[in-house]
């Protein structure tokens, strides 16, 4: 067979393939990991919003809009994009990374803290909260699911 010829029926290049369950099956197998997926898919968006629209958002927040701040925040948007995708892609693997679901509680949790400060600090305004304490929430969950495929490994005995 060349290149330009079709595969023959019983090929193996013609084997079925399998595929994952439907979205559906999928969030009703792990709820959580299916939660976390939504949340890291908002990541990524509000990120890319931040990066172009940054001076309406932090006007939104009760944050003054300066070239330097806009820059900050769009900065802080491209970021949330990388490690919002970043989640969102090992979620969607069959075995997910649990370094990756570390490190994204981790960077949920310092965003928590940043966010806090301006606020205590009058940076932002109370609304700014609200993202707060949805990012620790969203930390609070990612160290449970953590918790949860990390400790698979040594359950079976390969802990390494």
Same mark, same amino acid.
């Given at each position: 067979?060349?290149?330009?010829?079709?595969?023959?029926? +019983?090929?193996?290049?013609?084997?079925?393939?399998?595929?994952?369950?439907?979205?559906?099956? /999928?969030?009703?197998? $792990?709820?959580?990991?299916?939660?976390?997926? %939504? =949340?890291?898919? =908002?990541?990524?968006?509000? +990120?890319?919003?931040?990066?172009? !629209? @940054?001076?309406?958002?932090?006007?939104?927040?009760?944050? $003054?809009?300066?070239?330097?701040?806009?820059?900050?925040?769009?900065?802080? @948007?491209?970021?949330?994009? %990388?490690? +919002?995708?970043?989640?969102?892609?090992?979620?969607?693997?069959?075995?997910?990374?649990?370094?990756?679901?570390? /490190?994204?509680?981790?960077?949920?949790? +310092?965003?928590?803290?940043?966010?806090? =400060?301006? %606020?205590?600090?009058? %940076? !932002?305004?109370?609304?700014?909260?609200?993202?707060?304490?949805? $990012?620790?929430?969203?930390?609070?969950?990612?160290? =449970?699911?953590?918790?949860?495929?990390?400790?698979?490994?040594?359950?079976?005995?390969?802990? @390494?």
């Amino acid at each position: 067979m060349t290149a330009h010829q079709p595969a023959r029926p +019983g090929h193996p290049a013609r084997a079925p393939k399998t595929h994952p369950p439907g979205t559906v099956a /999928w969030a009703a197998a $792990d709820p959580l990991r299916a939660v976390l997926a %939504v =949340i890291a898919i =908002i990541t990524v968006l509000t +990120g890319a919003v931040q990066v172009p !629209f @940054g001076g309406p958002v932090l006007q939104l927040i009760g944050a $003054d809009s300066t070239p330097e701040t806009r820059q900050l925040f769009g900065t802080v @948007g491209m970021f949330m994009v %990388v490690v +919002g995708g970043l989640l969102l892609h090992t979620l969607l693997n069959t075995v997910p990374s649990a370094e990756v679901v570390l /490190w994204s509680g981790v960077q949920k949790t +310092g965003a928590f803290g940043a966010v806090g =400060i301006g %606020v205590l600090s009058g %940076v !932002f305004s109370p609304l700014a909260l609200l993202v707060a304490f949805f $990012d620790l929430a969203t930390a609070v969950l990612l160290f =449970i699911y953590w918790r949860r495929i990390s400790a698979v490994p040594a359950a079976n005995g390969l802990a @390494g």
